[in-house]
């Protein structure tokens, strides 16, 4: 069999057969699923012979992450995760809205800015940076709390990009902001939302910058 870590924390396993096992670890959290029963077992019996394991089952919650599964695919969301973060910041009686940000509003730097608690501003962001693993949405402008992302188990495999960026949208510097996003099975797998590091001089260069960018990143 051979197998490889595509990323910190995941590995892949194949053997001579196309059969594949996927293995996600996170200090002493693991979760692993693969096409093939037998060698799904097989895994799970060696793991379990060598450190003391115990089997959760299928996955239904995990780093914050939850999981619903079903016969037409399964369903992850951070529900529990957004309310653990308005209780820890004092804002779980705050009122919702419809709409959360104003539509086609630009953000400035302001001087120097006002002073903050560093650590405390640093739990903020990184709690919300982290809530964009099932919310993309939230990336600008903060809404609901229950939207997630399905993911189908049809068979039909049909991959979509999406790109585009906001040409000098950056009122400070003057930069473009390039975004992109891959869907599988009319699902967001994959997206970026990232300032561009040249000052573009027409809205093509603009595009091709957040082109090639996409292209990177799969």
Excluded at 24 to 29: A, F, S, T
Aim: proline share 1%.
């Amino acid at each position: 069999m051979d197998s490889k870590n595509v990323h910190h924390g995941l590995y892949v396993k194949a053997n001579d057969y196309g059969d594949l096992l996927i293995l996600c670890l996170y200090v002493d959290d693991v979760i692993f699923t693969g096409s093939n029963l037998k060698m799904i077992g097989h895994f799970k019996h060696i793991m379990m012979n060598e450190f003391e394991m115990t089997n959760l089952g299928l996955m239904s919650y995990f780093l914050g992450i939850e999981v619903i599964q079903g016969d037409d695919g399964f369903f992850i969301h951070q529900r529990k995760f957004v309310a653990e973060i308005l209780k820890k910041f004092k804002m779980e009686d705050s009122n919702s809205v419809m709409t959360p940000i104003e539509f086609g509003i630009k953000l400035t730097k302001e001087g120097d800015g006002r002073t903050v608690e560093a650590t405390y501003f640093k739990q903020i962001v990184g709690s919300l940076r982290y809530l964009t693993c099932t919310r993309p949405n939230i990336c600008y402008g903060i809404g609901t709390t229950t939207f997630g992302i399905f993911y189908s188990s049809s068979k039909k495999i049909e991959i979509v990009r999406y790109s585009d960026n906001d040409w000098d949208g950056d009122s400070d510097e003057r930069k473009s902001t390039s975004g992109h996003c891959f869907m599988i099975r009319k699902t967001v797998c994959l997206w970026s939302s990232k300032k561009q590091s040249i000052v573009a001089s027409s809205t093509c260069e603009a595009e091709y910058v957040t082109a090639a960018s996409a292209c990177r990143s799969v």
